[in-house]
């Protein structure tokens, strides 16, 4: 059951359990993306977290698909989100990121800042 206020780590663990059915601990903080639209004067952040600290078995299936393992090495090779795969490698460098992406009335990504 989700609880009002939901922390953006808590909201990150419900998220992974919910997922994959893995219970997740030891969260590190890696960055932010976030999408601007100046026009309608919209943001949404999405906060990434990185741990290699779980328990628990993957879920069998779940509403996102179906939860698998994948080799670090194979990731690239996978189909994916643009915005997925922009961030990806900052997951594996140190140091946090930020990502700004600016976006028009027709979803159009228009400007890209990474830092």
Do not use: C
């Not at 359990?17 to 309608?40: P, Q, R, W």
């Not at 949404?44 to 179906?66: A, K, Q, V």
């Not at 700004?100 to 009335?105: L, S």
């Amino acid at each position: 059951m989700r609880s009002f206020p939901e922390s953006p780590v808590e909201g990150a663990i419900r998220e992974v359990k919910e997922e994959t059915g893995l219970d997740v601990t030891n969260l590190k903080f890696k960055g932010i993306y976030e999408y601007v639209n100046e026009k309608a004067r919209d943001r949404y952040i999405i906060y990434n977290y990185i741990t290699s600290d779980f328990t628990g078995e993957l879920l069998s299936n779940t509403r996102e698909g179906r939860p698998k393992w994948i080799h670090i090495d194979d990731l690239n090779k996978l189909p994916m989100q643009e915005s997925v795969r922009r961030r990806l490698p900052y997951f594996f460098r140190e140091g946090t990121f930020e990502i700004h992406v600016v976006w028009d009335e027709g979803e159009k990504e228009v400007r890209i800042r990474e830092t």
